[in-house]
């Protein structure tokens, strides 16, 4: 995907993301970003893949409710790359040379910052358009109306107009939570969302602000220790037992650092390195 310019993880985590969930993610992005209306959707093979170094991130042979049918072609991109147009060139000749059916291609900006990419090339004898987006511009909440989680997640991308960031993530958290089943599939969604909140810079060591309000009271809520014979014991051994367990989930999410973990679970950072500790004393004795 046209992720490029980041460090190898950040750009690794990203694609992940939008591969595991491109297909289910697709129809929001066709009718809210690109303003396309599909009869019939058909996959196509990444055929163009030999002539190029990377694959088109969506390649579909569309046949929109007017009739037309066409190739779409959509890119992501998380920094503007003053060679985009000739790249969305290349793969339009090449796209023709194969289908023979015109293209509409879109270039789609998912991060922060400025958009500055050449639209359009102008030579001699030849001239070339593609289509330039940016989720920025999209109202996050058209993304929310989907029932399903992994198209609410996208509005994180979106434009918040002038609503709280906070606010608005903790919006979005609350609905992505409420849409997903099972306790596994939760915490994938809260790792994927952490990663899309990176694109917008909305994560923060602030335990009352943005995804962590959620994040922290879903724990809470799949945690309930007041069964518990320690918890019966007394109050006091119930409460560090379920710090410990929050810390274990967390610690599970694989998302934090130790002082991300200390300060939503109100714990110590030795406290971490405890529970640390022990979990890898346990599994050697497994």
């Known amino acids: 995907m046209g992720l490029e310019g980041r460090q190898p993880k950040q750009v690794n985590q990203y694609d992940k993301v939008l591969k595991e969930n491109i297909e289910v993610i697709l129809p929001g992005i066709m009718k809210h970003v690109v303003g396309v209306e599909p009869e019939t959707v058909e996959g196509l093979p990444d055929g163009v893949q030999h002539t190029r170094e990377r694959r088109p991130d969506v390649l579909r042979k569309v046949t929109d409710r007017k009739g037309n049918t066409f190739i779409l072609q959509i890119e992501f991109q998380t920094r503007n790359d003053p060679e985009m147009v000739c790249r969305m060139a290349e793969y339009h000749i090449v796209l023709w040379r194969k289908y023979k059916l015109p293209a509409k291609q879109y270039v789609i900006y998912i991060s922060e910052g400025k958009l500055d990419m050449p639209e359009e090339l102008s030579l001699e004898n030849f001239y070339f358009r593609y289509h330039l987006l940016s989720l920025l511009s999209v109202d996050y909440r058209l993304f929310l109306e989907s029932p399903r989680p992994e198209e609410k997640m996208m509005a994180l991308l979106g434009d918040f107009g002038s ?124």
């Open 163 to 286: 609503q709280d960031s906070a606010e608005v993530t903790n919006e979005i958290a609350r609905q992505v939570i409420g849409a997903t089943e099972g306790s596994l599939n939760r915490q994938r969604y809260l790792q994927q969302m952490r990663i899309l909140a990176k694109l917008r810079k909305l994560v923060s060591l602030n335990s009352s602000n943005m995804l962590w309000g959620e994040i922290t009271r879903y724990i809470l809520e799949e945690t309930d220790i007041t069964t518990d014979p320690l918890y019966q014991k007394g109050e006091e051994l119930g409460k560090a037992e379920k710090s410990r367990e929050v810390v274990k989930k967390l610690l599970a999410l694989k998302m934090f650092e130790d002082k991300e973990i200390a300060n939503l679970a109100g714990v110590p950072e030795a406290f971490i390195l405890e529970v640390k500790t022990n979990l890898k004393r346990r599994k050697k004795s497994r």
